[in-house]
């Protein structure tokens, strides 16, 4: 099986979680884009894992994780990662594989998304160099993982990036420069570390799938933040939608078979850009509260609203998505009513084009008022938590296939 598991909304959709769960019938789980920025989060018995750059899959055994040629890598952030995930398994290293075709994200990366971000460029970005590291892929200058291991061409290369950043942080920014030195001996010393698990990811992908092995393909961010399709220009620097899958990971489009969309049960999104549904409201305050509604990568609070069906169905269309996992459907339990987006009175469909000025129209319910994060069995829901699923699906046009009422990796209920 080859499965494709994307966000339908602004990211944290709980994906980690979808992954986490599913990853135990795949040999490999994949990331095809994005970088630190991400945050999945897993519950691991008593424990909660959040995951940055390593794919969230591997705390299963057997599953090897693939950090793919189209994402962006922090080995700083990944070594960080991997010292706690090894007191979970101490063997995680031999579970984890990167592409020699990953880009690198370094220090001036980083800098410059931190004081770009305190200009008025600022998009409210997770200041983690994602940004400025595609930029330097899409310039032909970026430096990659395999570089890492050709001294001559990274020391030579880094010194005229450095050369290049120091004028745009002197000049334009007023900063202070940086010293080429310094990085370079960081980085020889990642290298070392790095050499055995460092793969060309394009071969040994497609070597497994020719010996039949299952891939799962974990998405990072959500559809609403890709570069093309998303609330430009307040998105990632990446395309986060499944047709990404193929070109961040080397495999040819045939070999994603199913996509699966997650979708919260209401909606939230960090940064700033369009949101139609958000509330600033008691709703959305007691959202962001029972939800604990907080970034995974930068503990911002999160803006929260009603679900909206024409946003998901905007997105499940662009994915190639028919079913769905609902998450996070527990946080829902303690309101009087609830309601969902169905369309605008404004516009016929979703347009990002227009995100800002779309006004949505809802559809109200009685809410379910009860503790359902032990249940396992949807006829043990009650009505009003049905008819709150009936309403998701009638208005997005997808099934919903899993129903996620808790963090923990068993707190699911199939349908
Ligand atoms: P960047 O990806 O750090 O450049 O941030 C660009 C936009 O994407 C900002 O609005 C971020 O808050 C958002 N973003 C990036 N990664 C995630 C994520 O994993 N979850 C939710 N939002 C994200």
Not at 83 to 103: A, D, F, M
Request: net charge neutral.
């Amino acid at each position: 099986m080859k499965l494709a598991v994307v966000g339908l909304q602004w990211g944290d959709e709980g994906k980690g979680k979808v992954v986490d769960y599913l990853a135990k019938d795949f040999d490999i789980d994949a990331r095809f884009q994005g970088g630190t920025n991400a945050g999945h989060t897993v519950r691991h018995e008593d424990r909660e894992v959040i995951f940055h750059q390593v794919p969230c899959g591997v705390l299963n055994k057997g599953v090897i994780g693939v950090v793919g040629a189209g994402c962006v890598f922090d080995p700083a952030i990944f070594f960080s990662e991997l010292s706690n995930l090894k007191k979970i398994n101490p063997k995680i290293e031999e579970c984890i594989k990167i592409s020699k075709y990953c880009h690198l994200i370094m220090p001036y990366h980083i800098l410059i998304d931190k004081i770009r971000e305190e200009s008025k460029q600022g998009i409210g970005t997770t200041k983690k160099g994602i940004g400025p590291a595609y930029e330097d892929k899409y310039a032909r200058v970026g430096l990659r993982v395999g570089d890492l291991f050709n001294q001559e061409f990274f020391k030579e290369r880094l010194r005229a990036n450095i050369s290049r950043k120091n004028l745009m942080l002197m000049e334009i920014y007023h900063a202070e420069p940086l010293s080429d030195s310094e990085i370079f001996d960081k980085y020889m010393d990642y290298a070392k570390k790095l050499k055995p698990i460092v793969i060309n990811d394009a071969a040994y992908l497609n070597d497994a799938l020719t010996k039949g092995k299952n891939i799962i393909f974990e998405g990072a961010q959500g559809t609403l933040l890709d570069i093309d399709f998303g609330t430009y220009p307040y998105v990632t620097s990446s395309h986060t939608v499944s047709g990404s899958v193929g070109v961040g990971l080397g495999l040819p489009p045939f070999y994603v078979e199913q996509v699966l969309g997650v979708a919260k049960a209401y909606t939230t999104r960090v940064g700033f850009g369009p949101f139609p549904t958000e509330s600033t409201e008691e709703f959305g305050k007691s959202l962001r509260e029972i939800g604990k509604e907080y970034g995974a990568t930068t503990g911002r609070p999160r803006r929260c609203g009603p679900f909206d069906a024409a946003i998901v169905k905007y997105a499940a269309q662009l994915n190639g998505v028919k079913e769905i996992v609902l998450t996070k459907f527990d946080v829902l339990s303690s309101f009087d009513k609830l309601k969902i987006a169905v369309g605008y009175t404004n516009a016929p469909a979703f347009d990002p084009f227009i995100a800002d000025r779309l006004e949505p129209s809802y559809e109200e319910i009685p809410g379910f008022k009860k503790d359902i994060s032990k249940i396992r069995d949807y006829d043990a829901l009650p009505d009003e938590a049905k008819e709150y699923l009936k309403l998701i699906e009638h208005y997005t046009g997808l099934k919903i296939k899993y129903i996620s009422v808790g963090p923990e990796r068993n707190a699911v209920i199939r349908l």
